[in-house]
């Protein structure tokens, strides 16, 4: 039997379910060990990083704050309820989190030091990814709303993290990137920077020169959704070169997040 994981649940969060689908926290390192071999699926074997030797001999993609992190998964229940049913995945990791390992995953990218001074809870997210078969606007939705659930039950005040455009070539991406920094920048006080040495300038072309509708388009579909949610991007992008991305900051503040879970918690509990 797998050890049951200890995570700090409140009532109101269990499974969200959507007909086979649901979307809920991960209870064992059964399940998290799932969701490390779907993320080397994907990020590996799919997209082409390149593994170190430790993560291609186990075909696990892994690293310490998996042990601190909580982890939101979508499960389909046609494939079984054990970890075989995992088929997406987000990371979780709170203030107390970070705390223990004495640092932020964003670190590696940003200075994000003016978001974790913002007062009250934060949220990092990340290691985002669902398996090819299950790419669809309902899966995304579900990972949505298990983070609208975890923002509530936990007072989350903001969101951030890093978020990849597919590619290093920075002319490809030269419309998004300008796009999001002419448009989406985050005001001064919660906008985090790229670190010095990895610094890449955002601003590519004049902004006047893009087709905004199709740059925003273009856009990969979580990005969309930070954008949806009122969401910001940092200063400065980064190049991911092991894992074939360039990455950018986003920061989202939780009020309209927490406002629609709120009204949507409140009509289901109106229904029974």
């Given at each position: ?86 088929v997406g995945t987000y990371r ?141 991007v940092g200063d400065g992008a ?13 920061v989202v503040k939780t009020d ?17």
């Amino acid at each position: 039997m797998s050890e049951t994981r200890k995570t700090e649940t409140e009532p109101g969060f269990g499974e969200i379910r959507a007909g086979n689908l649901g979307v809920r926290l991960a209870v064992n390192q059964a399940e998290i060990d799932a969701v490390q071999a779907l993320r080397f699926r994907v990020f590996y074997q799919e997209m082409g990083a390149r593994p170190d030797a430790g993560t291609a001999a186990s075909h696990r993609d892994r690293d310490d704050f998996d042990a601190v992190a909580d982890h939101l998964l979508v499960v389909d229940h046609d494939r079984g309820e054990g970890p075989e049913s995992v088929v997406g995945t987000y990371r979780l990791i709170r203030r107390h989190a970070a705390e223990a390992l004495g640092r932020w995953y964003s670190e590696a990218e940003y200075d994000v030091s003016r978001l974790v001074a913002y007062p009250g809870p934060v949220l990092e997210l990340g290691r985002s990814c669902v398996d090819a078969a299950y790419r669809s606007r309902g899966t995304l939705q579900l990972l949505w709303d298990g983070i609208a659930a975890y923002v509530f039950q936990h007072e989350i005040a903001l969101m951030f993290g890093c978020a990849s455009l597919p590619g290093t070539d920075l002319d490809v991406l030269a419309d998004q990137l300008t796009y999001l920094h002419a448009f989406h920048l985050a005001p001064e006080e919660l906008r985090p920077r790229a670190i010095a040495d990895r610094y890449v300038e955002m601003r590519r072309k004049d902004p006047d020169s893009i087709d905004k509708r199709a740059t925003l388009a273009a856009l990969p579909p979580l990005v969309k959704g930070y954008l949806r949610l009122g969401g910001f991007v940092g200063d400065g992008a980064v190049l991911d070169l092991p894992f074939n991305t360039t990455d950018v900051a986003v920061v989202v503040k939780t009020d309209q997040i927490t406002q629609k879970y709120l009204k949507h918690y409140e009509r289901k509990h109106a229904e029974r």
